[in-house]
């Protein structure tokens, strides 16, 4: 591992790097900023949370010449989420370089990002949706931009961005640096790449699975009536401080965060649907920890990063075993220990392990916790309170009040309905799901053939046959799609949403 010093970058930029207290380049750093500092056009992969924005963010900050104020250098990432983030991240390395910065994304109003934008800044994030927007109005000239970043690559060919990458890519010089990021690498990526870039360096950090001993992984096989009282006693039991449950759709987020507040938990959906505003907000109250559960589709969650979730739920087992791979490290992650468990119905059982083998790990069992496991587990919990509220002492003002009860009250009974009284009640409110359809992991064709189902799930890019489950459709909905519109070819399709 090398440290930040060793890449000769301008001294604002590793002062900037000590103050965020990155010591060392992470792996797909160390090969991708020399490169990048070099000029050379990069493809590079790596999973999600590996540092890819640093990886390109430096490079980028170091390339610009502040007394320039045309835009320079330009990153596009598949959503608002994801835009805010990058940009976050790279005004954060530059405060001392003084490179203004400015993100463009959709839900925000266009005559502020207009006004931001005679500002003069020398790098823009934008949402493909958006600067679309801004170029057919020509409130932004790409004609001067150096560089180009295509952040979550993959990601924003599964929301649909193709044609928008490639229009705005047509209006930046062909004199310039591309680099390309993203976790997978299915054929679509390559095509681009072979459309974009030259003669790119191709710098792979391809995990070896997630055997990581941080994460423990468990599944644990159960109807599909009883998964949802499965969750609530898994969450009784293991209390996790922040925890994120992955359903498969849209609703299905829905219904399990309302089923999850009917029960008395701290839970928020999180999807395509929210407003700008609504979704900011949920994941503000999750990063502060005002909730404990995020109920989230994969899209949704996708890139998000939270360091300090200790539990995954998949609720909802996923369709590709790469996006299982993805849930999963939403935990575990800056080295902490992180517990994962897959809800599988026996149907499911051999989608399970399907995963299993083309991710090259083993998932462990876990049995059905029963309502008595919770009860008792949020009893202890109780007395684990009690009794480090007693070691903390400081209860000078409540010794008298309690020699009082003493005095009038058995001490047994008194303790007793103190600790009743701490005792989360595990609630057995009735909450109903609408059931999903299990996954198959068969071969499977849609009917109507490919070229039909080509703008309809998710994965319409395929990467692997086997996983075009039915379920693609469901997945779907309009977690990344907004409206219909017509392709100049005449054919429909859905416009993609700029969250
Ligand atoms: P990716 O884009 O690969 O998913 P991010 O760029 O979002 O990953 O980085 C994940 C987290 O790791 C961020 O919180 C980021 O600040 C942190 N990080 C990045 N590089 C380093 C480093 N060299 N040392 C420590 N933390 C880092
Ligand atoms: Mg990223």
Do not use: W
């Amino acid at each position: 591992m090398k440290t930040f010093f060793e890449f000769n970058l301008h001294h604002s930029i590793t002062r900037a790097i000590s103050e965020m207290g990155f010591e060392e380049a992470t792996p797909i750093q160390e090969q991708v900023i020399p490169l990048a500092v070099s000029g050379r056009d990069l493809i590079g992969q790596a999973q999600t949370g590996t540092g890819k924005t640093a990886a390109f963010g430096i490079p980028l900050l170091e390339k610009v010449d502040v007394a320039n104020d045309k835009i320079q250098g330009l990153v596009l990432a598949p959503t608002r989420e994801l835009a805010i983030q990058v940009a976050e991240e790279m005004s954060k390395l530059s405060v001392y370089k003084g490179v203004k910065i400015l993100p463009i994304y959709g839900g925000q109003d266009i005559g502020r990002q207009i006004r931001a934008l005679k500002n003069r800044p020398h790098l823009i994030i934008a949402t493909p949706g958006r600067l679309i927007d801004h170029m057919e109005r020509h409130t932004i000239r790409l004609g001067d931009v150096e560089t180009v970043v295509l952040d979550e690559a993959d990601e924003m060919l599964n929301m649909g961005f193709l044609e928008e990458i490639q229009k705005i890519l047509a209006q930046v010089p062909t004199e310039r640096q591309t680099m390309l990021f993203s976790a997978t690498m299915p054929a679509q990526i390559r095509r681009l790449a072979d459309q974009f870039l030259k003669d790119p360096e191709h710098i792979s950090v391809i995990p070896k699975a997630i055997k990581a001993p941080t994460i423990a992984q468990f599944y644990c096989e159960v109807a599909e009536r009883q998964k949802f009282d499965t969750l609530c006693r898994f969450i009784d039991i293991e209390n996790p401080d922040l925890a994120i449950i992955f359903g498969r759709t849209k609703r299905r987020v829905d219904e399990l965060a309302s089923g999850l507040q009917k029960r008395g938990y701290l839970a928020e959906g999180l999807h395509g649907d929210l407003s700008q505003n609504q979704r900011d907000q949920v994941m503000r109250k999750f990063r502060e920890g005002q909730i404990e559960l995020l109920v989230a589709t994969d899209v949704a969650a996708r890139g998000i990063d939270v360091s300090n979730v200790t539990h995954v739920y998949n609720f909802d087992i996923p369709q590709d075993p790469e996006s299982y791979v993805h849930r999963v490290g939403r935990t575990g992650r800056a080295g902490r220990e992180g517990v994962a468990t897959t809800l599988v119905t026996p149907r499911e059982m051999d989608h399970l392990h399907f995963i299993e083998r083309i991710n090259k790990f083993k998932v462990s069992k876990r049995p059905v916790p029963s309502f008595a496991d919770a009860v008792n587990r949020q009893m202890q919990l109780a007395v684990e309170k009690l009794l480090d509220t007693m070691a903390d002492g400081q209860m000078e003002s409540y010794v008298a009040l309690a020699n009082d009860l003493l005095d009038e009250h058995d001490s047994n009974r008194l303790l007793a309905a103190a600790i009743k009284l701490l005792t989360r009640e595990t609630s057995e409110v009735k909450v109903e799901l609408t059931p999903e359809t299990p996954l198959r992991s068969k071969k499977f064709k849609p009917s109507g053939g490919r070229g039909a189902d080509h703008f309809q799930g998710k994965k319409r890019y395929d990467r692997k046959d086997n996983f075009r489950g039915r379920s693609d459709k469901r997945d779907f909905h309009k977690d990344d799609m907004r409206g219909n519109r017509k392709r100049p070819g005449g054919k429909t399709f859905r416009e993609p949403l700029n969250v």
